[in-house]
């Protein structure tokens, strides 16, 4: 977008995903073999990418609080952040990460589906829409049916550890310790008197998960949660405009948005990842 005018809405924040891993299939419920699981008196995994407000009986103790709010915003000479800044950013209508255990894409490579992004403003009301499109001549075709080359053209660029990268973003600079010091507060919670049965056995699981990574810290359960996956594509979809835009700003009619962002600092724990990107509104 060099030489155009552009409206960039930055954000940031925690992200909840309570989805199997591998080796175990994709829709498995309770998680059975692979690093994250649905703890005793907590619903089933659903895989759907929650930016704000998590579901009841889904947040964990010491979870960080989940919400992607914007964080800066700007057009052309000026900054115009206290119109947008701390609005919420959503995905709507359940999306997924979409990999199917390899069949669609390999690992960090999955598209995000559907992805239908809304900026929202600081009045709390949302302030602009738009969603990704495929396959424009099928706009809702099934994931399998799309070719290979647009699953990767809409999926994720690239899949790598970043520790620098991360702990900006979370304050999370050592992993290991965190690990440790997580373990920490769980086995004191276990000691609590009268803790409920239920209680017990989701805090004795958090528990051995963690012993499995404090063992070997090349595990998943640790080093994950130094890596990100990068995300780069188009919006093509109708745009919607709920409100004005800052400044009276209008979208150049036709152009398609870009969005930009990263998706890491991945906590098996507690399910929750961290999300930083920008999305880029062309201007009339």
């Known amino acids: 977008m060099n030489g155009e005018r552009v409206l960039r809405v930055e954000f940031g924040g925690w992200f909840m995903c309570r989805l199997a891993t591998d080796p175990d299939p ?14 005793a008196g907590e619903p089933d995994l659903d895989r759907v990418i929650v930016l704000n407000a998590p ?9 960080p609080e989940v919400g992607v709010r914007v964080t800066r915003a700007t057009v052309p000479g000026a900054d115009v952040s206290e119109e947008l800044a701390g609005g919420r950013v959503d995905l709507l209508d359940n999306p997924r990460f979409e990999n199917r255990n390899f069949v669609l894409t390999v690992a960090g490579q999955e598209p995000i589906v559907p992805f239908r992004l809304r900026i929202g403003g600081a009045d709390g009301r949302p302030r602009l829409e738009r969603s990704m499109v495929m396959t424009p001549h099928e706009p809702q075709a099934d994931v399998h049916r799309v070719p290979q080359s647009v699953l990767q053209e809409y999926g994720g660029r690239s899949f790598r550890t970043d520790t620098a990268l991360v702990a900006s973003a979370t304050g999370i600079y050592d992993p290991l310790a965190h690990r440790a010091e997580r373990r920490a507060h769980l086995a004191a919670d276990l000691q609590q008197p009268d803790v409920p049965p239920v209680q017990r056995a989701a805090l004795s699981k958090r528990i051995r998960e963690l012993d499995i990574g404090l063992k070997n810290p090349l595990d998943e359960r640790v080093v994950n949660m130094t890596a990100i996956e990068e995300f780069d594509f188009p919006l093509h979809g109708r745009p919607v405009l709920h409100t004005a835009l800052p400044g009276g700003a209008r979208p150049q009619p036709g152009a398609p948005w870009r969005v930009t962002f990263w998706m890491g600092g991945w906590d098996p724990d507690v399910l929750c990842g961290f999300m930083r990107g920008e999305l880029a509104v062309p201007l009339a």
């Open 26 to 39: 994709t829709d498995e419920p309770r998680g059975v073999s692979g690093s994250t699981f649905a703890l």
């Open 55 to 63: 579901p009841p009986g889904t947040v964990r103790s010491y979870a």
